[in-house]
């Protein structure tokens, strides 16, 4: 159970329609579960009202949406659904049989209401609100859409018959600032001093300015419902609000814990609105799967207008109390200072409690006096917390507490006085639910890694979960190798095992090499208080070159997090680097008291006390930056060729940049879209200062399934190496089926493009040893308009393929003409997809097919011409996965970038990695990469086929083509020392 989608209220019955998975407690393959009841408290389970089962309007998922009551006897669902192509669009659903109070059916309109407009992003464009009728009698409904700028609106659509919508000539009815992810809108009025405002359709003039509206946003990254109140003319569709969203803890919340994707509804049988919100797990999704369910309703709540009409009030629905059971009262009870009262004759475990505390007017006086600083509520209970005591406060409830008192969920006021303006006294009230206690259980985390070469031995770190194939009970796990190809694993490096440093997860960090053949791993703990802090380990024997036991610093924690970032956001030490100071320094990711996120410098002497530095070099980067920050790595690069990739600097020669000849890359991995972007610059060790060539972290290492990526310098080839993580988009059921979840990428080399102006990444050449004797080549290929050929003579699920495509450079010409808003190379490539005819492309190969082409994957070219007058041209190079399976509910999208190559200068080169499921594509030698990770059920082993097409007009020549088979890298396990 997920978002609630649309609750009604419909002859007598009350309907609550969810998002729900059919096939197990996990997210994925959405669908609209529905249940009824007739007082909001006792539910029957019918079928399931919508399926994603569609191509054109919801084959991969039925997600967030609403249900309008369009007349007393007709009603109808708006809903988001999620194509083929991995667009959303609004689709309509009506009931098969509206003289059914149950509603047990519903029928899809054919074809979608409403799609993405140019300008907004296709897979951005979701959640219609409920529709309500304006004095003209046309419906209007409300839809959270991102534009290409990554900004979020809330648009107008407008309907005479709810079948025909069109987009609003007016402004959008609320343009975010702040690039948060948008979700779940409610638009509703709620009345004034007690008056009828809170039916969605109630628009008499008389009572129009009896009224406020709401406007609720679920904001994605922060996991809150937030509102603004403001006065709506339905005549002119203004919405002119009292107060922005701030985009930060002083919003106004519908709840301050717990709560999200709220939906409310207006009850005519009890003229009143109803809203409910979706209470989200903490634990771990292999506790999801062994209960059997995720995810829980909150109780129904009413929701009015405050007497000062500043803010939302919400209660428990009054049905709510015909549960109440056994009950004890008590009155005029004193607590003193230090006093715990157990509150006994009850169900401590299912209760409703109501309390009244009563503070003596006359001793008000000598309340704590509140600094003016203070104005995060949030921050102030972590301060003040339940342990900490005051003069009033704190004060209340402790809930689901144990017989020793270690489990506890307290529930407390505070009393603070202020001074104000004139300095008169006034108080204020403190309300916090302090968790901190609430469970002696850890809780999830999730996956990196950290490299190194030592004694002739690669070593690769990466979290890991010991107890299954899902997210939770992280520990750094270790491999190790001679060849970068096959690998050993050894025990667990670290495990989550002390209070202080790391008991609830050990997370990402880097390997350092010190001097004197020394070594040390940093990494970021999560102590029992839910901080993170940094931590430093050393092998417990260095002569070890296996390096199979670790000891963790008796000095741990190293780095604490600050007064001015948030202590549950500060993570991802990078590697280690030596100044001609004999200073060290790291990079630490941390969101800031301001919400941003910054990338902090961090210093030491002896790598064991560090203290941040004065000096923001990466500041600027991240100043209008909201995506949460992780894994940052920040490495030298050569130009032309130099050996300028090496973290270690010893002397100062090597700050002459004319010398040394290097730049530097800070990469960084953003949560919230999965992608790991990059910019590049100059460093000055000595100044602390690094001047970045573009203002924004735009450059993206792969354009596909790739994140967490770390890299490593290796001493023995003298080349930077790096790793990505291939995250997956099937669901935890098939990961404990297969029994893992999420791969590492082939190993890669990066290094400076000769332009400067991009990084280069190839397969390390170690890579080429799996390749078998089962070879094909070709030559002088032509591939003329509509060819399909098929490479046999090898195994195609298992294939190391090299193809170079020439163009006659005199046709050249006759290119498509780019359209100049055609920016973005990802919807491009959803528009120019494989199937898609062109003049030159798309072009290029058909990985993992079928043999009846039902499933397949095509990494394809597809040559623009900038202009009619120079001969200047664009190569978009794209992935497409939209037919990568015939299974539902998984990735596939199409991923796409352009390749900074010019067609009249260079052939056009495609280097392909097949592993089965993993697709690791390197056009134009390296210059842009796209990793897909697919799912096919036909194209496996030898049902899997690859060919080589060309679906443009104009003829494409292979002039080169190898292909490999390739072998098997070899994985061993051998835990501890005896195997050695």
């Given at each position: ?49 919508l399926r994603p089962n569609d191509p054109n309007l919801d084959i991969n998922g039925c997600y967030s949406g609403s249900i309008t009551l369009i007349q007393d006897d007709k009603l109808a669902i708006l809903y988001t659904g999620e194509d083929s192509k991995n667009h959303q669009v609004q689709n309509l659903a009506t009931p098969k049989n509206p003289s ?426 999560r102590d029992s208080k839910k901080h993170q802090v940094q931590n430093l380990a050393t092998p417990k024997n260095p002569s070890d070159p296996f390096l199979r036991e670790w000891a963790k610093s008796p000095l741990n924690p190293i780095i604490s997090p600050s007064p001015d970032f948030d202590p549950k956001e500060f993570r991802d030490p990078t590697t ?405």
């Amino acid at each position: 159970m997920t978002k609630i989608t649309g609750p009604v209220y419909y002859k007598g019955v009350y309907h609550l329609f969810y998002q729900y998975n059919p096939q197990g407690p996990i997210w994925g393959n959405m669908s609209w579960a529905h249940s009824i009841s007739y007082n909001l408290i006792d539910w029957v389970h019918v079928d399931i009202a919508l399926r994603p089962n569609d191509p054109n309007l919801d084959i991969n998922g039925c997600y967030s949406g609403s249900i309008t009551l369009i007349q007393d006897d007709k009603l109808a669902i708006l809903y988001t659904g999620e194509d083929s192509k991995n667009h959303q669009v609004q689709n309509l659903a009506t009931p098969k049989n509206p003289s059914d109070p149950s509603l047990r059916e519903w029928i899809k309109y054919p074809k979608p209401l409403m799609t993405a407009i140019d300008g907004i992003d296709p897979s951005q464009f979701r959640d219609p609100t409920t529709a309500w009728l304006g004095p003209d009698n046309i419906w209007r409904v409300t839809i959270g859409a991102r534009q290409m700028d990554g900004k979020w609106m809330a648009f107008l659509y407008k309907s005479r018959d709810f079948e025909n919508w069109t987009k609003s000539e007016e402004t959008p009815l609320y343009l975010f600032e702040k690039d948060l992810v948008v979700e779940c809108l409610d638009f509703f009025p709620v009345g004034i001093k007690g008056s009828l405002g809170d039916d969605d359709n109630h628009y008499l003039n008389k009572d129009q300015y009896k009224k406020k509206y709401a406007l609720k946003v679920s904001f994605q990254a922060k996991e809150q419902d937030c509102y603004i109140l403001g006065q709506y003319s339905p005549n002119l569709d203004e919405f002119k609000v009292e107060s922005d969203f701030m985009n930060d803890d002083l919003d106004l919340r519908m709840d301050y814990g717990k709560f999200y994707a709220s939906k409310s509804f207006y009850d005519p049988d009890k003229k009143r609105r109803v809203v409910w919100g979706w209470i989200m797990e903490t634990e771990s999704r292999a506790d999801d799967i062994k209960k059997g369910w995720s995810g829980l309703m909150s109780f129904p709540r009413t929701i009015v207008l405050s007497e000062s009409g500043k803010q939302l009030i919400q209660w428990p629905i009054e049905e709510i109390e015909k549960l109440r059971g056994e009950k004890i009262s008590v009155e005029n009870k004193d607590l003193h200072c230090g006093s715990l009262f157990e509150i006994s004759g009850v169900t401590a475990s299912q209760a409703d409690v109501e309390v009244l505390f009563e503070i003596e007017i006359g001793e008000l006086k000598n309340a704590e006096l509140l600094d003016s600083s203070k104005v995060d509520p949030q921050e102030l209970c972590k301060e003040k917390n339940i342990s900490v005591g005051g003069q009033f406060g704190p004060f209340g409830l402790l809930v689901l507490a144990s017989d020793n008192m270690l489990e506890q969920t307290a529930i407390y006021f505070r009393i603070f006085k202020i001074k104000t303006d004139d300095d008169c006294e006034k108080y204020v009230v403190l309300m916090c639910s302090d968790q901190s206690r609430s469970s002696l259980r850890d809780e999830p985390a999730k996956t990196t890694y950290g490299p190194m070469y030592y004694k002739g031995v690669y070593h690769l770190f990466y979290q890991y979960n010991p107890k299954g194939p899902v997210f939770g009970n992280m520990a750094w796990a270790h491999s190790v190798s001679y060849n970068l190809v096959d690998w050993i694993h050894l025990d667990v490096a670290l495990n989550p095992t002390d209070p202080n440093i790391d008991i609830n997860g050990c997370w990402s960090g880097s390997t350092t090499h010190l001097p004197n053949d020394k070594l040390a791993i940093l990494y970021t703990g999560r102590d029992s208080k839910k901080h993170q802090v940094q931590n430093l380990a050393t092998p417990k024997n260095p002569s070890d070159p296996f390096l199979r036991e670790w000891a963790k610093s008796p000095l741990n924690p190293i780095i604490s997090p600050s007064p001015d970032f948030d202590p549950k956001e500060f993570r991802d030490p990078t590697t280690a680097w030596l100044g001609p100071d004999k200073i060290w320094r790291i990079v630490i990711g941390a969101k800031m008291g301001n919400g941003k996120w910054a990338g902090l410098l961090f210093k030491s002497s002896d790598f064991e006390n560090w203290t941040r530095s004065t000096k923001s070099p990466f500041s600027k980067l991240f100043e209008n930056n909201d995506l949460i920050l992780e894994c940052p790595d920040f490495f030298p690069v050569g130009i032309n060729g130099s050996d300028g990739d090496n973290n270690y600097m010893n002397n100062n020669d090597q700050y002459n940049y004319e010398k040394m000849k290097k730049k530097y890359a800070l990469k960084v991995s953003f949560l919230d879209n999965k992608h790991d972007y990059y910019v590049l610059g100059q460093y000055c060790p000595e100044t602390e200062e690094f001047n970045p060539e573009s203002e924004v972290i735009d450059l993206r290492l792969d354009y596909g399934k790739f994140y967490a990526s770390k890299s490593f310098y290796d001493h023995e080839q003298k080349r930077r190496v790096i790793w990505g993580w291939i995250m997956e988009s099937d669901n935890d059921v098939d990961a404990n089926v297969r029994g893992w979840s999420g791969l590492q990428s082939f190993p890669r080399t990066i290094v400076l493009s000769e332009s400067g102006k991009q990084l280069i990444q190839w397969p390390i050449e170690e890579i080429e040893k799996l390749r078998s004797d089962e070879k094909v080549s070709l030559q002088n290929k032509e591939l003329h308009s509509d060819s399909i050929f098929e490479i046999s003579g090898i195994t195609a699920s298992q294939v190391d393929i090299e193809v170079s495509f020439e163009i006659e450079v005199s046709e050249l010409e006759e290119a498509e003409l780019i359209n100049p808003s055609w920016i973005n190379p990802q919807l491009l490539c959803n528009e120019k997809n494989s199937s898609v005819k062109g003049i030159f492309g798309p072009f290029g190969l058909k990985v993992l097919a079928s043999n009846d082409l039902s499933e397949q994957t095509s990494i394809f070219f597809h040559i623009f011409k900038t202009n009619e007058t120079e001969k200047k041209f664009k190569i978009l190079m794209c992935s497409d996965q939209s037919r990568s399976s015939l299974r539902d509910g998984i990735d596939k999208h199409i991923y796409g970038t352009f390749l900074d190559l010019d067609p009249c200068q260079e052939k056009i080169t495609l280097r392909t990695l097949i592993d089965h499921s993993i697709v690791e594509s390197f056009g134009g030698e390296g210059r842009s990469v796209i990793t897909a990770r697919v799912y096919p059920k036909l194209a496996i082993n030898k049902g899997s086929h690859l060919y080589a097409f060309n679906n443009g007009t104009k003829s494409v020549k292979i002039s080169n083509l190898n292909a490999w088979s390739m072998k098997n890298a070899q994985f061993e396990s051998r835990i501890g020392q005896e195997n050695f």
